[in-house]
């Protein structure tokens, strides 16, 4: 069987020319090894080789001579000021035999140009002999000798030029197939399915299991197929029947899905139904997911503690964070009243934050040091403003009043710090009650709002 392919070349033609006559690729060699065709240059090098051997090239040309061929070629488009656009046509002709000689494939490869173009065109015929299978390579001005036409129709499809192939390999004893599929998957994707990734004809062999699966007859078949979005054309007179998927455009032969999706086939898999209690298909209703994503208020809702405690309570009141301007517009009415003691709230979280108080007995442990603190500088400025009395020089007077004014200054601290505690204390239970009211009213209207949703489905 010979493999077949045909394609343009629109530059440098004398490359092409020279890739075709490669010494390199058409030498005879004593044997033929997997090391040896592995060891040959790439077949895209389309560079030319200079360096002639006395090795025998299997290099023929049809109506020209093959070492002056693009010349011959040039001429020709010359002569009939054809020289713009396709320069030539590229060809090759593939054979699966292994045990094939060189000579043969050359003989098969010039009675077949000769049989397709050699009438009206230039052909050059060479025989590679690089690869595991023996194959020719055509290389055809695109432009004729005989009327100065280009090669056009016909005598560039391909397609019907392999019935010429295997009626010549038949002629040889060369296996050729007489009935080929030619109707299986492109490599792309076979590819796709070979790594699991899902393409046109995958799916459409799930919507038509899927479709048979509840189907008797093909008018169930059909409707099954339309409700999954898909359009399926049927009917007694159709050679082919097609199907087109959901998000595509292109039709699909169902027979290129394979042998369980030929038209009989489909015809029996629905009959062997008839004898089943089939469930009639229902279309899938869908229900979206929703998904809520963390947001800020959460992860400060699991912090925790009284700091955490005041931090979500900013955050509800619209104080945090910082970045974004608060919107009270929306707030619940509860928290609306303590936007005016957000100020103070403030101080009270800042407060917690900085000495690192989660819990009410650390909050009271730091409550009686402040006390403590106070009580030892009140005795301290006592004992200063007593030493006032005594006889004492400007400078050592000026020095203690100073002590009691610092003195004074953090006395007045401590005891807005102990404030402080004591509006923690107080509010922090009302901030409990707060949240707890806000949050069993929203979970209420989410309720309402899920009620009519699936009232509106």
Sequence with gaps: MAVSKLWSVTTRLGQVIDYATNPKKTAVRIIYTKAQYQALRDVIDYAKDEEKTEQEFYVEGINCNPETARDQFVSVKQGYGKEDGIQAYHGYLSFKEQDISPELAQKIGM????????????????????????????VINSVSFVDGKRLWGEEKAWFKFRLVADRICEKYGLYYNPKPNRSKQS??????????????????????????????????MKYALKEMGCELQVSESRKYWTIIIKGYDKPIRLKNLGEEYTN????????????????????????????????????????????????YYCYRLGYLPKYKKQNTARLHYLLKEDLLKLDRISMEARLLGR???????????YKAS????????????????????????????SKVKGQISTITDRIRTLRKEVTLCDGIAERSKVIEHNLEQVHADEDKFKGKERNRYEQRR
């Design 111 to 138: 009675e077949f140009a000769n049989e397709v173009w050699g009438k009206r065109y230039q052909i050059v015929v060479t025989t590679h002999l690089n690869t595991k299978h023996l194959h020719c390579h055509f």
């Design 187 to 220: 490599s792309y994707y076979y590819k796709k399915e070979k790594a699991g990734m899902p393409t046109r004809y995958t799916m459409a062999r799930e919507a038509i299991d899927k479709a048979i699966s509840h189907s008797t007859n093909l008018a169930a």
């Design 264 to 311: 009989e086939a489909i015809k029996r898999r629905l009959i062997e139904n008839q004898r089943m209690k089939i469930e009639p298909f229902q279309r899938e209703t869908f229900r979206p997911r929703q998904y809520r994503l963390p947001t800020r208020g959460n992860k400060l809702r699991k912090k925790g503690g009284l700091y955490g405690l005041y931090l």
């Design 355 to 365: 000495e690192n108080i989660s819990t009410d007995k650390e909050l009271f442990s």
């Design 370 to 397: 402040i006390e403590n603190q106070i009580e030892t500088l009140t005795d301290e400025r006592t004992h200063l403003r007593k030493t006032l009395r005594r006889n004492l020089s400007d400078d050592e007077l």
